[in-house]
């Protein structure tokens, strides 16, 4: 398979890789993984109405800023691949302003929010 280390089905132990069992990938840190925008586009490829990128890996969780820098990345391979596949995004958006800011300022389509409605439930509140 050509695209193995990024998430392909496989049932073949990989280093430095975690093996979802459940759906018979393996998967890596985008953020040390070269191939992370290969997997982005193999997933728009797959004409979906909708992709949510969270912006931070599974290692960083919180504890880490999420990647903003790389949206605009993220949005250009979305908009040459798939560009009617919506496209979410998801880290550090507190509040509906800051999403729709940032939607605006980068050309995505919404956000996921999620600490952010713990901290504040009228987070989606237009007023």
Known sequence: MQFLHFG???????PGMNLLEALGVYVT???????????????LRQDLAALTVHLRTKKEMSKALAHHELIPEIVALRNEVAPRTRL?????????????????????????????????????ATA
């Open 29 to 43: 840190d985008p953020s040390a993984d070269p191939f992370m925008i290969e997997w982005l586009r193999f997933l």
């Open 88 to 124: 979410h995004m998801n880290g550090d958006i507190m509040d509906r302003a800051s999403g729709e800011r940032l939607a605006r300022e980068f050309g995505f389509d919404g956000v996921m929010i999620g600490r952010g409605v713990l901290v504040d439930p009228y987070c989606f």
């Open 8 to 14: 392909v089905p496989t049932q073949e132990e990989k």
